[in-house]
């Protein structure tokens, strides 16, 4: 099984609005990742989870909050969003090797991702 | 990350090759390629990957020049589904950098 799950598929909400976006895949990867993509553009790394600590983040604005609870779920906690933060936003994982290096050959599988509509 | 150049668009006959090249000239010994592709709207699907050596599974061919400054990759007999944004990513070994990064992309229109 090599499929990662989004819920919801589309989101619509107002700027004063609290949301979440829910990542899960059960095929024991430990690195976890949020990309967003604007329309006709190519994904942007948000966030990387790494035995559920968060280990990247690329200067993402804080009413984008990530939260991994588990080595199968990830969250991105939404607030106060802006229109611009209109996207498709991607959750994608992979396998990390066991002692922990980089591991170039760690294929990502991605989500169908969360299309979300800011008002 | 070895930066990569693509077409930015591409048309094939359904049922005939397509072949999608990519240019990563300042590619370093440690650094693999990868291609993956996104179908409208949805999440971009792995490919096929490769350090030297030619590479094939069912879905596609990978061909790596020599000198590891190019590589092609081949859908032997494309559909309507084949339809989508190709990319070549180029990814360094041990920074401990994890994601991928995507450039343009080659938009491939398979035509009937």
């Known amino acids: 099984d090599t499929e990662v799950t989004q819920t919801p598929k589309h989101l619509v909400m107002g700027m004063t609005n609290k949301k979440s976006l829910k990542c899960e895949q059960h095929?024991?990867?430990?690195?976890m990742y949020w990309y967003k993509q604007k329309a006709k553009k190519p994904p942007e790394l948000m966030f990387v989870?790494?035995?559920?600590?968060?280990?990247i983040n690329e200067s993402v604005p804080s009413r984008f909050s990530p939260e991994c609870p588990n080595s199968s779920l990830l969250n991105l906690h939404l607030h106060a969003l802006q229109p611009e933060d209109s996207a498709l936003y991607l959750c994608?994982?992979?396998?990390?090797?066991?002692?922990?290096?980089?591991?170039?050959?760690?294929?990502?599988?991605f989500g169908p991702g969360t299309r979300l509509t800011v008002l | 990350d070895a930066k990569t150049t693509q077409p930015p668009s591409m048309d094939c006959a359904e049922g005939r090759a397509a072949n999608l090249p990519c240019n990563h000239s300042?590619?370093?010994?440690?650094?693999?390629v990868y291609w993956y592709r996104q179908i409208h709207s949805q999440g971009p699907q792995y490919i096929i990957h490769?350090?030297?050596n030619n590479e094939t599974n069912e879905m596609a061919s990978l061909i790596i020049t020599e000198d590891r400054k190019s590589s092609t990759l081949i859908l032997p007999h494309a559909t309507l589904r084949d339809t989508a944004v190709y990319y070549c990513i180029v990814r360094v070994v041990g920074t401990g950098r994890r994601a991928l990064t995507f450039g343009s992309g080659t938009r491939l229109q398979v035509q009937p």
């Open positions: 490769g350090l030297k």
């Open positions: 994608a994982s992979s396998p990390v090797g066991t002692s922990g290096r980089y591991k170039v050959t760690d294929t990502q599988y």
């Open positions: 989870y790494s035995y559920e600590k968060l280990s």
């Open positions: 095929m024991g990867h430990r690195a």
């Open positions: 300042t590619i370093s010994g440690n650094e693999y």
